[in-house]
C-alpha cells in the first residue's frame, strides 16, 4: 500500500464530507466514484457510495409519502 503511495505522489484517503454531499447530490456520480475507487481509496469510495445511496432511499421514501398523501387527498372528495 505505501508504495501505491509513492507511485501516486502523497495521496491520503481521509474520505470527506464534500465526496458524500457530492454523492448526496449526484447519485450517478457518487456509483461511478464508488466504483473507480473502491481499491485505490477505501474511505472517499465509501463516502461517495454512502451519499448515493441515502438520495436514493431518500427519493423512494419521498414518492411513497407523495403517493399515500395523494391518495388520502383523492379519498377526500370521493
Same mark, same amino acid.
Given at each position: &500500500?505505501?508504495?501505491?503511495?509513492? &507511485?501516486?505522489?502523497?495521496?491520503?484517503?481521509?474520505?470527506? @464530507? #464534500?465526496?458524500?454531499?457530492?454523492?448526496c /447530490?449526484?447519485?450517478?456520480? $457518487?456509483?461511478?466514484l @464508488? *466504483?473507480?475507487w473502491?481499491?485505490?481509496?477505501?474511505?472517499?469510495?465509501? +463516502?461517495a457510495?454512502?451519499? +448515493? %445511496? =441515502? +438520495?436514493?432511499? #431518500?427519493a !423512494?421514501? %419521498? /414518492? !411513497?409519502?407523495? @403517493?399515500? *398523501? +395523494?391518495?388520502v387527498?383523492? $379519498?377526500m372528495? =370521493?
Amino acid at each position: &500500500m505505501s508504495e501505491d503511495l509513492k &507511485m501516486n505522489g502523497n495521496q491520503e484517503d481521509k474520505g470527506g @464530507f #464534500a465526496w458524500g454531499l457530492l454523492g448526496c /447530490c449526484i447519485p450517478a456520480v $457518487g456509483l461511478i466514484l @464508488f *466504483i473507480i475507487w473502491k481499491d485505490t481509496k477505501p474511505k472517499t469510495s465509501k +463516502a461517495a457510495g454512502i451519499g +448515493a %445511496l =441515502v +438520495a436514493v432511499i #431518500a427519493a !423512494i421514501v %419521498l /414518492c !411513497i409519502l407523495y @403517493f399515500i *398523501i +395523494a391518495a388520502v387527498g383523492i $379519498g377526500m372528495y =370521493v
